[in-house]
């Protein structure tokens, strides 16, 4: 027995997910991130994570992934602050063949309690977006990274510097040139930054 989900964020990275998932990239149509989906983590640190709202017109890139239902709970248990949406596998493309996707696929978006805009008190955590940025870099290239810029909202919530000092559990280890391309994309995009405060 199986379970199968679209990953548009960090679950786009194949180091965050189970070793043994079976993951196929694509396109899931009608859909959009945005940085909305606000909580403390375990460290008391509020942070902003990524959603993604039905809009007519838009798509995003992502994986399906499959994975045994004795990993279910564990995936419920990490996106905590998100509510399942069925049945959207007739939106998703596989990039090699233009196949839909199956018919138990699932995305996860921002529960009614958590959905609001990231802010100063709920940055992005640096970590948790070069984490993101890294798994749509190895899928996907540079082009991956430029769209997720230009197919995601909300870059007027600010970037916690935690690259360092992660606060996400979840951190990768970046190349020099990957986090060189990351930051220079970003300071095109305008993004914002805070400092980490010394704990």
């Known amino acids: 027995m199986t379970f199968t989900y679209f990953g548009y ?4 990275n194949i180091d965050t997910i189970s070793p043994g998932a079976d993951v196929t990239p694509g396109t899931l149509s009608g859909w959009r991130r945005e940085w909305k989906v606000c909580g403390e983590g375990e460290d008391g640190q509020g942070r902003c994570s990524l959603s993604v709202r039905e809009a007519r017109g838009s798509e ?3 994986v399906v992934a499959r994975e045994p239902r004795t990993r279910l709970k564990d995936l419920e248990h990490r996106e ?5 949406v069925d049945d959207v596998g007739e939106a998703f493309r596989c990039d090699a063949r233009q196949q839909p996707g199956p018919e138990d696929l699932f995305l996860f978006k921002a529960a009614p309690g958590h959905r609001r805009w990231g802010s100063d008190t709920h940055p992005i955590l640096q970590s948790y977006l070069d984490c993101v940025l890294a798994g749509f870099f190895r ?3 540079e082009a991956g990274i430029d769209h997720f810029l230009k197919t995601t909202d909300g870059w007027h919530v600010p970037v916690l510097q935690d690259r360092n000092r992660p606060h996400y559990p979840r951190r990768v280890d970046l190349d020099p040139e990957l986090a060189d391309l ?11 930054y805070l400092a980490v405060r010394e704990r």
């Open 60 to 62: 995003i890139r992502g």
């Open 182 to 192: 990351i930051d220079g994309k970003l300071k095109v995009l305008g993004v914002s």
């Open 80 to 84: 905590r602050r998100y509510v399942k």
């Open 9 to 12: 964020g960090s679950l786009v």
């Open 139 to 141: 899928t996907w290239g």
